[in-house]
Structure formats: C-alpha cells, structure tokens
C-alpha cells in the first residue's frame, strides 16, 4: 500500500514538475520577447504612419520645375548645332543646372513610399543608420520623424543591449569551453609523456579546474596533499572531515524549500514570486556584456566572418552590387555610418534581413566595447608606467 500510494505521488508530481519548467522558461524568455515584439510594432506603426503621410502629398509642379525643363531644351538644342565646340561648355551647364534641380520633381511619392518602403526608412531612422535616399518632405513627417526617432532609438538601444546578453553569454561559453578542452588535451599529452600516479591525477585536476574557475570538492583537495594519506587522522580532525562533507553533500542535494511547497497550496504566493523573478531578469539586462572577457582578435574575426556570409549572399537579388560592394555596404551599415552612396534596387529584401543588422549591429556593438576596455588598460598602463619613471626613487 505504501508503494502504491508513492507511485500516485510521483505520477501526479511529474506534470507538475512539467508545468513548473514550462512556465519558468516562458518566464526567463518573455523580457526578451517582449523587447523585440514592442521594437516590430515599432516599426510597424512607423510604416503605417509616413506611408499614409508622406505617400499622400501631392506633388505640385512649380514655376522653378518648368524653367528647369526651358533651360533644359535650350542648352540641349544648342548642343546639338555643334557638338565639338561646346562640349565643355555644355557640361558647366547641365552641371550648374543639376545641382539646383529637385529630386521631388522626377519621383512619385506612391513609389517610393509603399509600406514596405516606409518599413525599410523606419528601420533606418531607429537603427541610426539614414542612408539619405529616402527623406520625408512635408513638414508633418519631419516632426514625426523627429519624434519618431526620440523614442525610437532609446528602444532599438535596449534591445542591442538586451541582446547582447545573450551574445555575451554564447561567446563566453563557447570560449570556456574551448579553454576547458584544451588544457584537457594538455593534461593529457603530459600523462602520456610522464609516468602518473592517482595523487598526480588528483594534482593536475585540481590545477585545471583551478584554471577554469571551477570549484574543488575536500575529498580532491585533501587527497591531492601529500601528507593526508600518509599520516593518521585525529579525531577531532575526522568529525570535522566528516561535518565538511556532508555539508558539501547537503549543498549538491537539490534542496526543496519549504515555501515552494506553501506556494504548491497557495497560487498569490507563486503567482508573486513568478513576478519577483520576471523584475530580477529586467534588472539584469546589460551585466552579462559588462562580465564578457574574450580576445579582440577573436571579434574581429567573428565580424569579419559575419559580413562576409551577407557579402556573398546579398549580390543574388542586389545585381549591381558584387562581393566587395556588398562587404562595403553591410560594414557601412552595421557601424550605423550610412553614406548612402550605394543604394539597393529592392529594399524590401534587405528589410526581411533585418535580423541580420540587429545581430550584426550587436556583434560590432560588442567588438567597440571590448576594444575601448582595452584602450582604457593601455591607458592605464602608460600612466601608471610614466609616474612610476617621473617618481624619485627611494634611498
């Protein structure tokens, strides 16, 4: 009978056991989600908007646009009479005349101004990247724009840094993990060269969890002394021995606390402590990128890496652009310089890539700071080694 009912009670525990870790993982991942949905809403509404503005405007042909046509005609009509004299003469002429023409007169707000474009422009103005090729004209949309990007780009920050985060934590591991295999692959090639007994293999496991970071248990640090084994244990030292380790037994024990079992009978308690737990992820967002600590060369290759996979994906719909205008464009683009100089024939691919500029813009994010810590080191360093030379020294 006893049996039985512990068996009700495990399979009556195991779903919600499940349950539990479903929700603490919807929990850990919803500020994430949160951010990157408010950002595509964002963006959404911000397309909305200037397409129905800016899309709208009619288009008023001026006294100034039928001049520019006149003037046009005329210098093209005397070329035309004799064309190797006034050659020079005529590109001064359309050169000056160009300059005073606006690009207003030859497009069509609706063409350019499509939601898919709006999108792309909006993903421009809070990503700080402006390309300059699409601009609102009305002076509406120049006070929306203006207002946009004030709350915009504080959102579009908060992300990058929430991301980062994760970032951070990937990178990180990733780099303890190749650090943890290669001094596994180290210890290793030194037993094989170098006859080892079992206090050496306790010694040079201490030293490489000691260079990882990871804790020692007492039963490996005593046994890696040399001393432990060979002389007699008090037992004064044995009864404190024996309340080390259960204490070390009791903490690797998955402790059930007591409350979890009051908020099991009571959901206010649980509902609150979910809650709690949910402020303490907002609270973290950006530690994790302040703790990151891997080689700049390291980065720089990740970038490099980075804007070459887009390099050799973006020419297939982009057909001006090569590899290496590509390279440009997406570096001139992740560092948010923006020149503008090259422009995309369909914006709205790129815009469905957007996922790629806001790792990207991460990625670069997190190469800039890692490169200004060690700046502020080597900053350090000189001052530091300037004051000690500038120091008189003591007789």
Known sequence: RK????????????PLRGKRACQKIFWAVFPHACFILSLVIYAFLGALMFSHIEGNRKVNLSEEYRKFLQNLWYISRNLSDN?????????????????????DWFVNPKDIWTFFGSLFFCCTVFTTVGYGNTYPVTRIGK????????????????????????????????????????????????CSVFVCNK????????????????PLTI?????????????????????????????????????????????????ELARGKTMSRVIENFDKIGKQLEKLDVPIVLMVLVIFVYISCAAAILPNWETRLDFQEAFYFCF????TIGFGDTQLEHPKFFLFFSLYIIIGMEIVFIAFKL?????????????????????????
């Open 332 to 335: 001139i683009t992740l560092t």
């Open 371 to 395: 490169g200004q810590d060690r700046l502020i080191g080597l900053y350090k360093k000189v001052i530091s080694f300037c004051g000690e030379k500038k120091m008189p020294s003591k007789k």
């Open 83 to 103: 064309m190797t004299e006034n050659e020079e003469i005529f590109k001064e002429k359309i050169h000056a005349l160009l300059s005073a023409a606006e690009r």
């Open 219 to 267: 039963m490996e640090v005593l046994k890696s002394q040399p001393g432990v084994k060979r002389k007699p244990i008090k037992y004064r030292n044995a009864e404190i021995f024996e309340m080390l380790i259960a204490r070390e037994n009791e903490d690797k024990k998955p402790s059930r606390n007591k409350s979890i079992e009051r908020w099991s009978s009571c959901p």
């Open 199 to 214: 206090g050496d293999e306790l010694k040079s496991r201490a030293q490489s969890k000691a260079i990882i970071n990871e």
């Open 3 to 14: 049996r039985k009912t512990e068996l009700r009670m495990a399979s009556t525990s195991q």
């Open 143 to 190: 006070y929306l724009c203006m207002l946009y990007a004030l709350f915009g780009i504080p959102l579009m920050f908060l992300v990058l840094t929430d991301m980062g985060d994760i970032l951070a934590t990937v990178l990180s591991k990733s780099y303890n993990e190749f650090r943890k295999l290669q001094s596994k692959i180290l210890t290793s090639k030194l």
